[in-house]
């Protein structure tokens, strides 16, 4: 069984200030995807990795994919309020587009003005 | 830009009674799926599907659970009797290649 330990579980930081999120596990992915859920909607896609080491930016938030495809992290650079909610990493396994993901329990991140 | 739409958006029913949850993906996506998340818990895969049939299950998906692509455009999710613990948030997705987009969710509450 596949699992993924994000963290922290919450972060409350002012508006400004820089922040890292994890997500972890012991089992390698094909591909890793980010998601922000606000309540009672869907996640919402905001970014996919795929090769080790890979690193995409979105704006003031910056993705990277470990080496070994074990691993992810989010960096937000200047934290804005609008930036609060449910970050939800979620893993792909080898079959491809046929895999159900494997999600995190979720980082919620509350930015105070 | 294209989404994911689920009808309904609140489904309440008898513990015992069958639901149909129904989808329309994206219209060029290839990769259909259902997720489920209970209330304050983690979003959890239940079934894959592609080219007319089920390519990968949780689990969770038992033979209460049943799955259809009933025409060119929806996808739905039938729950035969329904439990208590069925209640959740029931997210249909859909993909080209590896990135999943997500419906809003229809809330199912069993009484």
């Known amino acids: 069984t596949q699992l993924l330990e994000q963290s922290p579980q919450f972060l409350s930081i002012q508006e400004g200030e820089n922040l890292t999120v994890y997500c972890n596990s012991s089992s390698v992915f094909s591909s890793l995807q980010w998601y922000r859920q606000e309540p009672g909607e869907g996640p919402v896609l905001l970014v996919t990795v795929v090769t080790g080491g890979e690193v995409k930016k979105l704006k003031r938030l910056t993705f990277q994919f470990g080496d070994a495809r074990k691993d992810s992290s989010l960096h937000i650079t200047a934290a804005q309020p609008g930036d609060t909610g449910l970050y939800l990493c979620?893993?792909?396994?080898?079959?491809?587009?046929?895999?159900?993901?494997?999600f995190g329990k979720g980082t919620h991140l509350i930015i105070q003005p | 830009e294209p989404e994911v739409t689920q009808t309904p958006s609140h489904q309440v029913t008898q513990m015992g009674q069958e639901v149909i949850l129904r989808c329309v993906p994206i219209s060029n996506h290839l990769y259909f799926y259902w997720y489920r998340q209970i209330l304050g818990q983690k979003v959890e895969f239940l079934v894959s599907f592609y080219n007319n049939e089920i390519s990968e299950k949780s689990e969770i998906f038992d033979d209460q659970f049943s799955v259809e692509r009933p025409d060119g455009s929806n996808f739905t999710l039938k729950i035969r009797s329904t439990k208590l613990e069925d209640s959740a948030m029931y997210f249909c997705a859909c993909a080209v290649h590896n990135e999943q987009f997500f419906g809003p969710g229809t809330r199912l509450t069993v009484l």
């Open positions: 979620a893993g792909a396994g080898s079959g491809g587009g046929a895999d159900g993901l494997t």
